[in-house]
C-alpha cells in the first residue's frame, strides 16, 4: 500500500472523528478491528462507543503530523475541547490494510485528559 493511501485513511479517520461523523467510521474500519487504549484492547463497536461517549466535549482534532511507513502511520493530533484541558495532544499508531484501520493504539497524556473525563464524568445540571 502507497504511503500517500494510508495516509489519506489515517487523516480521513481523525477528521471523521473530530467532526462528529460517527457514521463514516463504519467505512474506515475493519471488522476486525482492535484499538489499544491504556491496556484495553476494543472491537469495532467497542471503540465506536468510545469515540460517541467523546463528543459532547470534542470541539474538533487539529491534525498536526502525519508520518507513514509502508501500512503504518502515526497521527499526531490536538484533541481540542469545551472543557478545562483545552487541546490535548494525541498520538494514534494505526495499521492499515487495503482501505481499512485494523489497528489503533492511542497515546495521551491520562494527566492532561482528566478535566475531559471530568467534564463527562459530572452530574448533569437539573432541568429547568
Not at 71 to 98: H, K, M, P, Q
Request: charged content about 25%; aromatic content about 6%; hydrophobic content about 45%.
Amino acid at each position: 500500500m502507497q504511503d500517500s493511501s494510508v495516509e489519506t485513511t489515517a487523516r480521513s479517520y481523525i477528521e471523521a472523528v473530530g467532526s462528529h461523523n460517527i457514521d463514516a467510521l463504519n467505512d474506515l474500519f475493519d471488522d476486525d478491528l482492535a484499538a489499544t487504549f491504556a491496556g484495553t484492547t476494543l472491537d469495532k463497536a467497542g471503540w465506536i462507543t468510545a469515540l460517541e461517549r467523546l463528543l459532547p466535549v470534542l470541539i474538533r482534532n487539529d491534525v498536526r503530523e502525519v508520518f507513514t511507513a509502508e501500512n503504518r502511520a502515526c497521527v499526531v493530533y490536538d484533541f481540542v475541547t469545551d472543557t478545562a484541558a483545552g487541546a490535548v495532544r494525541c498520538i494514534e499508531l494505526l495499521a492499515i490494510s487495503g482501505d481499512k484501520i485494523r489497528e489503533i493504539e492511542l497515546v495521551l497524556d491520562r494527566a492532561a485528559f482528566a478535566p475531559v473525563n471530568a467534564a463527562l464524568n459530572a452530574p448533569a445540571p437539573p432541568s429547568p
